[in-house]
C-alpha cells in the first residue's frame, strides 16, 4: 500500500520560511519524480514544483521562483519543499504527488495546511 505523509505545515507570518516534508512508503521512491501541488480555497489546484526520479532535474511554477526549493532525499524515502518569503497568496493546502518514471503510476498525499497571516 502505497502512502504519502505530508508534514511541516503550520501558521508562518509574512516573510517567514517553513519546510514541508513528505515521507514516501510501499513504492520504489527512486523511480518516481516527486512533485509539490496547492490548491487554495476556490481554486484550482497547481504545480509548485517538480524534482525528478534521481533530483536531477527540478520545475518550478514562475511565482515561486527563487522562493522555494523542492529537494529530495531517496536514501530516507521524503520529498521537501523548503519556502522562503512566504507571501498570503501561498497560503494554501500543500499536497504531494509521485508519478511513476515507467508506468505513471500517480501517488497523491492528504496534503498539509499552509497559513500565511500576521
Known amino acids: 500500500q502505497v502512502q504519502l505523509v505530508e508534514s511541516g505545515g503550520g501558521l508562518v507570518q509574512p516573510g517567514g520560511s517553513l519546510r514541508l516534508s513528505c515521507a514516501a512508503t510501499g513504492l520504489i521512491f527512486s523511480s518516481y519524480d516527486m512533485s509539490w501541488y496547492r490548491q487554495a480555497p476556490g481554486k484550482e489546484r497547481e504545480l509548485v514544483a517538480t524534482i525528478t526520479s534521481t533530483g536531477g532535474s527540478t520545475n518550478y511554477a514562475d511565482s515561486m521562483k527563487g522562493r522555494f526549493t523542492i529537494s529530495r532525499d531517496n536514501a530516507k524515502n521524503t520529498v521537501y519543499l523548503q519556502m522562503n518569503s512566504l507571501r498570503p497568496e501561498d497560503a494554501a493546502v500543500y499536497y504531494c504527488?509521485?508519478?511513476?518514471?515507467?508506468?505513471?503510476?500517480?501517488?497523491w498525499g492528504q496534503g498539509t495546511q499552509v497559513t500565511v497571516s500576521s
Open positions: 504527488h509521485a508519478r511513476g518514471v515507467w508506468l505513471g503510476r500517480v501517488y
